[in-house]
């Protein structure tokens, strides 16, 4: 997954935004599918910073922005760190599947088509829009299928030229939920696996058949409709993949998100399915959190786009 994303090979160090603060992490690994920390740190930014948004700009407070850059990697040890991977909020950037219903006549078509996709799925034309898309299997009907992330262009310029400004080159910039999502996507498996990432509004929910992208949904809720729509989403994904034949395929849920109480998340997901499933833990994904006051919510997703350069 991600292959003409991530190629060529990206650093192992990564930065995550979100509303609230900013990430710097660094990995190392300790054998297949196993990392530990090299570096990090994150820090706390004053409300009205950053404002994460897909639609209209981000960063209302350029100088206080600035400043929390140097201030992260200074902290994290990284600041003469040049090549970065980065996290975007989850609101400043949007994602989603999709299919095309016939097979084009040719590439220009299809690109046509994809693009008119994009703007029905992301709300705001193509041309106004930096998309990245990677080909996955077909549906079941033998649809083209395509995973796609989309930032509009005058956002990510805003964050882009902070970037520059620190001298850095940003290879690779993804929302935080795919940044996350790579913990499953590393560890090969014939299973399902469901995320469940919270953001400023609600969560969004990925989930994967083995190591692809099989349902992407974005849910706009209050803290106290959190409980529901998760419970509606696992019973949506009992009934159009469970049942007698799949309910079993699940196998492996993870939650970040620091208004998220896994215990909590554990329950409403086994009485939907009707058996026992855990939330998994930074271990069994595979990063090794050493003590000292480093949160996994915090550093799940840069850590996850790190991962892709060790």
């Not at 009907?141 to 509009?152: L, M, N």
């Not at 929302?175 to 400023?200: C, Q």
């Not at 997901?269 to 994904?285: H, Q």
Request: hydrophobic letters at 45%; charged letters at 25%; one cysteine or more.
């Amino acid at each position: 997954m991600f292959s003409s994303i991530t190629q060529p090979k990206f650093p192992n160090a990564a930065l995550g935004i979100a509303k609230t603060g900013l990430s710097a992490v660094s990995l190392q690994g300790n054998g297949r599918h196993q990392y530990s920390i090299k570096r990090a740190a994150t820090i706390d930014m004053m409300s009205g910073v950053v404002e994460p948004n897909f639609l209209d700009s981000n960063i209302l407070a350029p100088h206080e922005f600035a400043a929390s850059l140097r201030e992260v990697v200074e902290v994290a040890g990284l600041l003469n760190q040049k090549r970065w991977s980065i996290a975007l909020p989850s609101n400043t950037a949007r994602t989603a599947i999709l299919s095309l219903e016939s097979v084009p006549a040719s590439k220009k078509e299809a690109d046509e088509i994809l693009d008119w996709k994009a703007e029905q799925s992301f709300g705001a034309p193509a041309r106004e829009l930096r998309i990245a898309m990677e080909k996955i299997s077909p549906d079941k009907d033998g649809r083209a299928r395509y995973f796609a992330t989309a930032v509009k262009l005058t956002v990510i310029d805003e964050y882009e030229s902070h970037f520059e400004a620190m001298g850095w080159k940003a290879g690779l910039i993804l929302p935080r939920a795919v940044g996350e999502a790579n913990w499953l996507m590393e560890t090969p498996t014939d299973s399902d696996s469901l995320l469940i990432s919270a953001n400023n509004d609600g969560f969004t929910a990925l989930l994967l058949r083995g190591k692809e992208p099989a349902v992407v949904r974005s849910v706009t809720c209050s803290t106290d409709e959190v409980e529901d729509e998760v419970y509606r989403l696992v019973m949506f994904y009992n009934d159009r993949f469970g049942g007698p034949a799949g309910n079993d395929l699940l196998e492996r849920l993870m939650v970040v998100g620091s208004n998220f109480a896994p215990a909590r998340i554990e329950d409403i997901a086994s009485e939907a399915l009707g058996r026992n499933l855990r939330v998994m833990t930074p271990e069994e994904i595979g990063i090794d959190i050493p003590g000292g006051g480093l949160n996994f919510n915090e550093i799940a997703a840069p850590a996850g786009l790190a991962a892709l350069g060790v």
